[in-house]
């Protein structure tokens, strides 16, 4: 046995005394058996939340081995992240299922500047909890961004979305005065946009800053959800046709339950 440039090369005999090499490959590094299994959990979940598994029943691992030319240890790492982070469950003898289906939404919908498809969450498909629905003085940072004097009369209305009676969102909104007076009578009964529409209030443009977050204490209690599940965070302001912010929102939803989608064209010339 000989080595070269740290691999181990056998010495293979083949008859009359005549040896041919043979090469060993050095064994996995355990910094890339953890980049392995990253990208299989990154393709696995971008298939469980793209509803690549109708049925809800993922492969094998045996089958996913091979599709994925990856180690039995390198899938079960995969599916063992996806299963903590509440995607798939599995069960002895029956296999590996999804146990939470993610919604789609298009960012323009999530905007509400366009009309929403049949199947969008904000085609009637939420109804709200409310938590609030009064008048207080503008907080300092909400009069800031809606470019008000501090202590401006707006319109406090929180609620807590519900999908199939299960909580997906928590959002506060602090609306401007005269739309404020419009929405504090108004039935609320499905999703925010519908409830502008019903009070008669229309809007421009819908401007959203993303974050990331996890959930403490009190978000994981109003969600239903544990301490320190993924959400999606979001600052959102509304513009009326006369191009001036009357409603800062913050938004704080679930992450594993939503996928927000965009698409842009690129200019030609």
């Not at 590094?29 to 990154?42: F, G, N, P, T, Y």
């Not at 323009?108 to 904000?122: C, M, T, Y």
């Not at 419009?182 to 229309?202: E, K, Q």
Request: proline share 7%; aromatic share 6%; hydrophobic share 40%.
């Amino acid at each position: 046995m000989i080595t070269c440039n740290s691999e181990v090369i056998h010495r293979r005999p083949v008859g009359n005394g005549m040896y041919l090499p043979s090469r060993r490959m050095k064994p996995v590094s355990q910094q890339q058996r953890v980049h392995d299994v990253r990208r299989l959990r990154d393709m696995l979940r971008a298939a469980v939340q793209g509803g690549s598994y109708p049925d809800g029943q993922l492969p094998s691992e045996a089958e996913l081995m091979a599709s994925h030319q990856a180690s039995r240890a390198t899938v079960r790492q995969a599916l063992a992240l996806l299963r903590a982070e509440g995607l798939i469950e599995r069960t002895q003898g029956v296999g590996t299922h999804v146990v939470l289906n993610t919604v789609a939404t298009p960012l323009p919908e999530a905007h509400g500047v366009i009309k929403p498809s049949r199947e969008s969450l904000w085609n009637q498909r939420m109804r709200p909890r409310e938590l609030d629905r009064s008048v207080v003085p503008a907080p300092h940072t909400v009069a800031e961004r809606l470019g008000v004097a501090p202590g401006t009369p707006c319109l406090r209305l929180e609620y807590v979305a519900l999908h199939h009676e299960e909580p997906v969102a928590v959002a506060t909104n602090y609306v401007l005065f005269p739309e404020a007076g419009r929405l504090r009578d108004t039935p609320f009964v499905s999703d925010w946009y519908r409830l502008l529409d019903d009070a008669g209030v229309r809007l421009s443009e819908s401007e959203f800053v993303f974050d990331c977050e996890l959930a403490d204490a009190p978000l994981a209690s109003v969600l239903g959800i544990r301490e320190g599940a993924p959400l999606i965070s979001m600052e959102q302001l509304i513009y009326d046709p006369a191009g001036r912010p009357f409603d800062l929102a913050f938004i704080h939803t679930r992450g594993e339950r939503f996928r927000f989608v965009s698409r842009g064209t690129k200019e030609t010339r």
